[in-house]
Nanobody, 115 residues
Framework: QVQLVESGGGLVQAGGSLRLSCAAS????????MGWYRQAPGKQRELIAA???????RYADSVRGRFTISRGNAKNTLYLQMNSLKPEDTAVYYC?????????WGKGTLVTVSS
């Protein structure tokens, strides 16, 4: 089992920045990939950034160049640095981890970007 807890969400003005954190605990060894998803009101949850255990990152087109995904040195914390935020970035942001083809989710953290 893997437990994930997100933090760092909040209210920010357009153009501002936030850094989300995801603390992973439990059986964190052999996690293949970790990522950040978001779900805006009335929309489906979407993958916005992912990071493999080998360090390869990929981004959705909507956030590429503005968001950066990274892991802490202890490998048990995942970050999402979000810059140049836009109102359309408003959503609940979820941390995800895949281990042996099982997906684990945090409960999410709300990011609201005001115009």
């Amino acid at each position: 089992q893997v437990q994930l807890v997100e933090s760092g969400g909040g209210l920010v003005q357009a153009g501002g920045s936030l850094r989300l954190s995801c603390a992973a605990s439990g059986s964190i060894f052999n996690i293949n990939i970790m990522g950040w998803y978001r779900q805006a009101p009335g929309k489906q949850r979407e993958l916005i950034a992912a990071l493999t255990s080998g360090g390869t990152a990929r981004y959705a087109d909507s956030v590429r160049g503005r968001f950066t995904i990274s892991r802490g040195n202890a490998k048990n914390t995942l970050y999402l640095q979000m810059n140049s935020l836009k109102p359309e970035d408003t959503a609940v942001y979820y941390c995800n981890a895949e281990r042996f083809s099982v997906n684990y989710w945090g409960k999410g953290t709300l990011v609201t970007v005001s115009s």
